[in-house]
């Protein structure tokens, strides 16, 4: 079974820092990007940085030059460093997975973790 699991939120002050970590398990084949999304209590789900299998990167706007994505020495880890927060970035961060495929089944699929919580206070 694949697995991404996510690490690293948590409370922190305005202008303060954090850095997530998502991690896969299972058996993975290739991924083709990986991302991280957030939602707000009464929003959608949003797009926050994506990296691809070639090292692509691409911001929402309103995280350029404060959030950086990069991937792991360890294969099919991603992390984001989030830097100046701000009380609007106060979300659940979901780690992604994009066309993965594996041995154990046909095709690709697109794959999320469970979420990590960031508060950010003022």
């Known amino acids: 079974q694949v697995r991404l699991v996510e690490s690293g939120g948590g409370l922190v002050q305005a202008g303060g820092s954090l850095r997530l970590s998502c991690v896969s398990s299972?058996?993975?084949?290739?991924?083709?990007?990986m991302g991280w999304y957030r939602q707000a209590p009464g929003k959608q789900r949003e797009l926050v940085a994506t990296?691809?299998?070639?090292?692509?990167?691409n911001y929402r706007d309103s995280v350029k030059g404060r959030f950086t994505i990069s991937t792991g020495d360890a294969k099919n880890t991603v992390f984001l460093q989030m830097n100046s927060l701000k009380p609007e970035d106060t979300a659940v961060y979901y780690c992604n997975a994009d066309r993965v495929t594996s041995r154990t089944w046909f095709g690709s699929r697109n794959i999320w973790g469970q979420g990590t919580q960031v508060t950010v206070s003022s």
């Open positions: 990296i691809t299998s070639a090292g692509s990167t």
């Open positions: 299972g058996s993975i084949t290739s991924i083709s990007a």
